[in-house]
């Protein structure tokens, strides 16, 4: 599969009706001079198909050529989602909830030209989106500067009722035949009495749990099984470009009950695959609010810094080559706080050294009507630049004088790695909203055990992993590994579980680990599927708090939020928490296991600051020296390769204050700042980085096979 040469960065520029045919020539010449090497069109099937089979392109022909002109790529981003009217006026092609209340097409922020958004299991629909996507690829595929197709903007089904009309609930059950073979044997999964996969429709709402659950799954299914039909088709127009694809939310923020997709499913179907940057790290209020920001205007970001690093090692973990596909050029309303500089440069930092292969700015200039106006802009609509379109270039000329250091930067892999999984994830949203009313509304249990968890061990300084459940085999490449509630345990996982830690592996659990089996069913005793030997502990009960409770554990006392386990000792296990069994520990093999009473990452999401403390300890009980103290500077140093494997490292200062450059933890040897220039030997025990500033230290003599920068 074709992936890109070249790093580029590249910026969304073109969403139709704006900006306007005689700011074109300006605007390009404008971002090639920012050192961008490629934009990003968005062409809208509802503008460029306004009478069906009559197709109108004079806007990306002139746009392509005045790109080329100016030396710059373009990404051909296809969007479907926004459909013509005459798609839902002249054929069936509107979605329809489970209850049989059309969901009827409309504008929305992405799609301001209306036609949000037709089935696209409608065999109607997807040949007429079939048309118009063949009618692009083959209009412009011998362009020599189209850089790759982007087939799918954000797939995601979306809202819960999406969708259940005939063509739907066919998709529905020939997965569920796909998935349990029989009828039978799908009654006998679940403890039910179906008669035929035709008597399932999909549920109206939450109170089964296991039916919204496979529900929801299938759905995530159906939106990859839509982009391995674009990827066909694309590929066999044009089978030497790269094909990409990326999520509006990755699968570790997204909401996926409500908001479905599965980033392991759909990025199987591409060349690259991407997430757009969300800045937040709570629950999504409004584009005015939003909860717990990363930005530095948050007086708590340090709480929350860990966010950009997290998405891209999820990325990482989906799929080796991957792009962050939107970051945002600055907020997302105009009565909001507007980003700086200094934000930009951290998203863009932070998702590079955990291993971005590429990078798209959404967007160049704001969009002037609808729900997105005057949002996200670079710059100001007039073209005159901000701090923030200076500090993106200071990236984007780094790269074209450097792209061989950018273009083959790999970071190091880490010690340590948090298990995360899809299925668990949704299950534990229906189950902590209870309701269809609240869906949405609650903090769920899963989604903050994982990024308290990230958050906890990258704040130890260390590279953090995520694994993707799917491919829990490959816990053996590291030397401890989270469970986050881990509620949802096949006899299958125990077994790679107890492998690991034989080996010597050291093992955490959040309570609830194996509560249910695969198919959601409780079991009598827990953890269940043998892991009560492993762990040496079995859970009594596992309650709601009302309140933060005090709990002790390896000699560290703090606040547990959220629930607390009763737990007791079994077989070998030793309490850790002085009599409270807040903390079971136990060894098997050459490795341990840790069982924890409470949920440490929820606690420290719910601000207690001693959990650090913990984690620390345990890591030391792995072996594993952080060095790390309460209070230290917020200085992140990322290791890694370039070249043919000769040491290079990240180094993000995210204190407002000038920091000792900590140079002793590199590889001996002269450095040179890929982004400033500066030269730099680890000898120097006196050399700073300024406060919120972010360096690319790469060996003196490192080969840059630079472009010309004007």
């Known amino acids: 599969m074709p992936t890109p040469e070249d790093f580029h960065f590249c910026v969304q520029y073109y969403r139709q009706p704006t900006p306007t045919p005689d700011e074109w020539e300006d605007d390009l010449r404008h971002i090639a001079g920012l050192g961008f090497t490629a934009i990003q069109l968005r062409p809208q099937w509802a503008w460029h198909e306004v009478e069906e089979g009559t197709f109108r392109w004079d806007d990306m022909d002139c746009l392509i050529e005045l790109a080329e002109r100016n030396g710059l790529m373009v990404l051909f981003k296809f969007f479907l989602e926004s459909a013509p009217a005459w798609l839902f006026k002249n054929y069936d092609a509107q979605r329809v909830a489970p209850d049989g209340v059309p969901i009827r097409p409309r504008a929305r922020g992405s799609f301001p030209l209306g036609g949000w958004m037709p089935c696209f299991d409608n065999p109607v629909v997807w040949e007429k989106a079939s048309r118009f996507v063949r009618s692009g690829v083959e209009r412009f595929r011998e362009r020599k500067n189209i850089l790759g197709w982007h087939l799918w903007n954000e797939p995601r089904s979306r809202p819960f009722a999406d969708c259940a009309c005939k063509h739907s609930r066919t998709v529905y059950r020939k997965w569920l035949a796909d998935n349990f073979g029989s009828v039978e044997r799908f009654n006998e999964t679940f403890g039910l009495a179906v008669r035929a996969w035709k008597d399932i429709d ?351 554990a390896l000699e560290v006392t703090l606040q547990a939020h959220g629930m607390l386990a009763g737990l007791e000792t079994y077989g070998s296990g030793q309490d850790l928490s002085g009599g409270g069994n807040r903390l079971i520990g136990n060894t098997a093999g050459k490795g341990r296991t840790f069982y924890c009473g409470f949920y440490p990452g929820l606690s420290c999401r719910a601000g207690e600051r001693e959990a650090a403390s913990l984690v620390s300890r345990l890591l030391n009980e792995a072996g594993i020296e952080t060095g790390w103290s309460e209070g230290a500077p917020l200085l992140r140093v990322r290791k890694g390769t370039v070249g043919r494997g000769q040491p290079a490292a990240w180094v993000l200062n995210f204190e407002p204050d000038a920091q000792p450059l900590p140079l002793a933890s590199l590889e001996k040897g002269l450095y040179r700042c890929a982004i400033t220039g500066k030269h730099f030997d680890t000898a120097d025990t006196g050399a700073v980085i300024a406060g919120r500033e972010v360096m690319f230290l790469v060996p003196e003599d490192f080969e840059t096979g630079a472009r010309p920068v004007d």
């Open 202 to 552: 999909p549920p109206p709402d939450i109170s089964g749990y296991y039916d919204s659950w496979l529900w929801r799954r299938s759905r995530a299914d159906a939106v990859a099984w839509w982009v391995r039909r674009m990827a066909e088709l694309v590929r066999g127009l044009d089978p030497e470009r790269p094909l990409f694809c990326h999520v509006g939310f990755n699968t570790v923020l997204q909401p996926t009950f409500i908001d479905t997709s599965h980033d392991l499913l759909t990025s199987r179907e591409v060349d690259v695959f991407g997430t757009s940057l969300p800045h937040w790290t709570g629950d999504f209020h409004t584009f005015f609010k939003v909860d717990r920001s990363a930005l530095f205007s948050n007086p708590g970001f340090r709480d929350e810094a860990y966010l950009y690093g997290m998405q891209a090692r999820w990325m990482g973990a989906v799929k080796d080559y991957f792009w962050i596909n939107e970051v945002y050029g600055n907020s997302w309303n105009y009565m909001a706080e507007d980003y700086t500089g200094q934000d930009l440069r951290f998203m863009l930092g932070s998702t590079l050294s955990e291993g971005a292969r590429g990078i798209v700015i959404w967007q160049f200039k704001s969009e002037r009507f609808s729900e997105e106006s005057l949002t996200s802009g670079l710059v100001e609509i007039d073209g005159s630049d901000t701090d923030r379109s200076l500090a993106v270039s200071e990236l984007c000329r780094a790269a074209r004088r450097d792209p061989a250091a950018f273009r083959s930067w790999r970071p190091e892999k880490a010690r340590v790695a948090v298990v995360f999984d899809f299925a668990a994830d949704m299950y534990s949203q229906m189950e902590d909203a209870e309701n269809s009313e609240r869906v949405g509304t609650v903090c769920y249990r899963y989604k903050e055990s994982v990024k308290g968890w990230f958050s906890l061990l990258w704040r130890q300084g260390l590279a953090v992993d995520l694994v993707a459940v799917e491919k829990l085999e490959q816990i053996r490449g590291y030397e401890l590994i989270v469970l986050p509630y881990c509620h949802l345990v096949s006899q299958e996982m125990s077994y790679v579980l107890a492998g690991y830690v034989i080996e010597g592996g050291t093992l955490v659990a959040d309570p609830g680990l194996a509560f249910r089996d695969r198919r959601a069913w409780v079991q009598p005793v827990r953890p269940g599927q043998g892991l009560d030997t492993l762990f040496g502990c079995r859970e009594k009960k596992l309650k709601a708090l009302l309140k933060p409770v005090e709990v002790t």
